[in-house]
C-alpha cells in the first residue's frame, strides 16, 4: 500500500477544471496515474497560497475541497474521500483508491478554532501550519519574523487540533515554529513534505535535531520529490537534475535520524512547477522509489513502512492521543 502525504492536485482541478478520472498527458496525479503506480492513497492538499486572505482563503479552500469531493463522486467505483486508516483498509479491499484531506496553509482558518474544526469535519485530517509567509498560527520558513514561533492562537491550534486527532503538518514552518510544536504538543507530529537540510541546505528542509526530534516524538516525515528540496545542484537551467537516486539518499539519511517507523513519501506531485525529479514525471512512477530501497538492501517489511504503513500508524497513534 503506496501512500503519498502530499499532492496539490484540488488547486490544478479548480484551476484546470481537470477531469481527474483521465489520463491527462498535463497532470502528475490523477486516478488512471495512481493505479499505475500501485499508489493506494495520497493526500490532497488544499493549498492556499499566501497572497489569499481571510474569507477570500476560507473560501478557495472550501472551493478544492469540494472539487476533491466532486471528483471522487464522479469516479465512484474508482475512488473515495476518506476519513481515517481504517476506511483506507476498507477501500483497498473494495479495490478503491483512497483521497484523503489535508489543508496547506492554515489562512483559510482565520483565527476561528470553529472553522478549523468545520474543515476536520468535512475530512480535513492534516493541516500545514503555514506556507510561505508568516500567518495567524505560526511563522514560516521563508519569512520567520511575526511571531518567534508559533503565536499565542497557535498553541490554542496545537491544543485543538491534538483534541480532535488532526495532524500537525510541519512542513514551511520556522526552526523556532517546529521546536514551539515539539514542546507544544501532546501527540506526534509529522512533516509531510519536507527533505534533509543535511543534504540540500534548502531553509524548507529539516536538520538533524530537527529528524532526531521527530522520531523521538514518534512522528513522521514524508520525503518530498521537489528538486530544489533535494540538491543543491540543481538549477533548471542545465541539464542536470535529481531523481531516484537522490531521493532515497534522503530517505537513507531520515530513517538513520528518526528511525526507520517515521520515514515516508511526501512527493508534492502537482506542485512541482518546474522540472521533476528524473524519471520521475509523475506519480505513476513512485515505485521506483521502493525499487531503489530493494537494491540498498531494505527489507520487504522496512520497504512496506516507508511506501505508507509508517503514515497510517503514525495518524492512528495521533487519533488515540485525543482519545
Request: net charge negative; charged share 25%; glycine share 8%.
Amino acid at each position: 500500500m503506496i501512500i503519498d502525504s502530499h499532492v496539490d492536485t484540488p488547486s490544478q482541478l479548480i484551476r484546470y477544471s481537470r477531469n481527474i478520472g483521465v489520463d491527462s498527458p498535463d497532470a502528475q496525479v490523477d486516478f488512471p496515474k495512481m493505479k499505475a503506480g500501485e499508489v493506494s492513497g495520497a493526500f490532497f492538499a488544499l493549498y492556499t497560497p499566501p497572497e489569499i486572505k481571510g474569507a477570500d482563503a476560507t473560501r478557495r479552500a472550501l472551493e478544492m475541497l469540494s472539487a476533491a469531493y466532486d471528483a471522487c463522486d464522479e469516479n465512484p467505483n474508482v475512488a473515495a474521500i476518506t476519513f481515517s486508516p481504517e476506511e483506507a483498509a476498507e477501500n483497498r479491499a473494495q479495490g478503491l483508491l483512497s483521497v484523503f484531506l489535508g489543508m496547506e496553509n492554515a489562512e483559510p482558518i482565520g483565527e476561528s478554532r470553529s472553522l478549523l474544526r468545520t474543515f476536520y469535519r468535512l475530512g480535513v485530517s492534516y493541516v500545514t501550519l503555514t506556507h510561505n509567509a508568516d500567518n495567524a498560527v505560526a511563522d514560516s520558513a521563508a519569512e520567520g519574523t511575526r511571531w518567534g514561533g508559533l503565536s499565542p492562537f497557535g498553541r490554542e491550534v496545537v491544543a485543538e487540533m491534538n483534541a480532535l486527532g488532526m495532524m500537525i503538518d510541519l512542513s514551511h514552518a520556522s526552526d523556532k515554529a517546529f521546536w514551539d510544536c515539539i514542546e507544544a504538543s501532546q501527540a506526534p507530529i509529522v512533516a509531510t513534505h519536507s527533505c534533509c537540510r543535511a543534504l540540500c541546505g534548502h531553509r524548507r528542509n529539516l536538520s538533524d535535531d530537527m529528524l532526531k526530534a521527530l522520531g523521538e516524538k514518534g512522528g513522521y516525515v514524508g520525503i518530498n520529490f521537489y528538486p530544489y528540496f533535494l540538491s543543491d545542484r540543481f538549477d533548471q537551467a542545465k541539464p542536470w537534475r535529481p531523481g531516484v537516486k537522490e531521493i532515497v539518499d534522503h530517505i537513507d539519511h531520515a530513517v538513520q535520524l528518526a528511525g526507520i517507523d517515521h520515514v515516508g513519501i511526501g512527493s508534492d506531485f502537482d506542485g512541482i512547477e518546474d522540472l521533476t525529479p528524473e524519471g520521475l514525471e509523475n506519480i505513476s512512477k513512485s515505485r521506483l522509489v521502493l525499487d531503489e530501497m530493494r537494491r540498498r538492501g531494505y527489507s520487504e517489511p522496512e520497504v512496506l513502512k516507508v511506501a505508507g504503513q509508517n503514515l497510517l500508524e503514525v495518524w492512528k497513534t495521533i487519533i488515540t492521543c485525543s482519545k
